[in-house]
């Protein structure tokens, strides 16, 4: 097959997703097929089609420890670069490595339904869906198996008019200690965990300036998990115990940051209600092919769904890949598996 690995693009995830993109390439390589590695946000040059016989073997890219600044990316008013689309047209399907932002919301899933072209991961109503927290949590709110935090949404110009209204309100309705985070954002860019009034406004401050509407949810004090669905199988759950902190950008994303368990040291029932609840969100949340499912455990074994991410990461640190690995499939495998699974959507058309 010919295959383009959609990466870069636009979003504060822009580092992660390239080194998610450049490891698919490889893998698929790997596997025998044809592959372009494009970032999105760039343009290419005209001979384009040539890159489907490159053998280059791209190197690891390499993830600061902060978000990266894409002020300059920001100011093309277009999402793709010149040529991304043509060569997208070219190929048999695009592996969407993108994370956040256009390439996780739907809008480019969007794109792509318009055009024609078949892509990796789900559609692009259910990518819009869940990339909202306020929506999942509105969606998952009586799903049975499936227990959220309480808590409120903030819009941007809602607190700027009534900045202390919205923290008083903030600290009587969910209280402390809180999660503060964008409603729409990943791999924990924006978030923070507040545990005194005097640290409210800087925390709703952080999130706000990410994105115009904000999450703030009673914070649950346990062991963090992750449970991912290949297919329409839950994957062995994974604890995720970061050496300091809690599992923010910086732990997330460089090596030795954080101790991962696959599977988790945790009791039969309590992994059966983690892969029950990640398969309830996957389903009533209408994903394709694959997604994940956060987790924290409390010490009583009460479970609590945080987020589900549709795009999960295949960096070097991933999640998905350690648990895949963890029932014996290896990362070209999972990255076959994948497209296999992606194509089916087609297939029912």
Known sequence: ???TVLCGGKSPERDVSISTGTQVAKA??????KVALVDSALGLHDDYERMFTSTSDDSVASISD?????????????YFGENVLNVCRC???????LHGGAGEDGTVQAAFDLLGIKYTGSGSKACAVSMDKVFTKKILAGVEGVTMSKGISICRDEYRNNKDGIISSVLENVGLPMVVKPACGGSSVGVSIVTNESEVEGALNLALGYEPKIVVEQYIKGREFSVSILGDIALPAIEIRPKTGFYDYKNKYQQGMTEEICPAAISENAHKKMQTAALAVHRELKLSAYSRTDFIMTENEDVYALEANTLPGMTPTSLLPQEAAAVGIDFPSLCQKIIDESMKKYDQD
């Open 28 to 33: 698929l390589r790997l596997a025998g097929h």
């Open 66 to 78: 902060t978000a990266p600044d894409i002020k300059k990316l920001l100011e093309n008013p277009e």
């Open 91 to 97: 190929s048999d399907m695009v592996f969407n490595a």
């Open 1 to 3: 097959m010919n295959i």
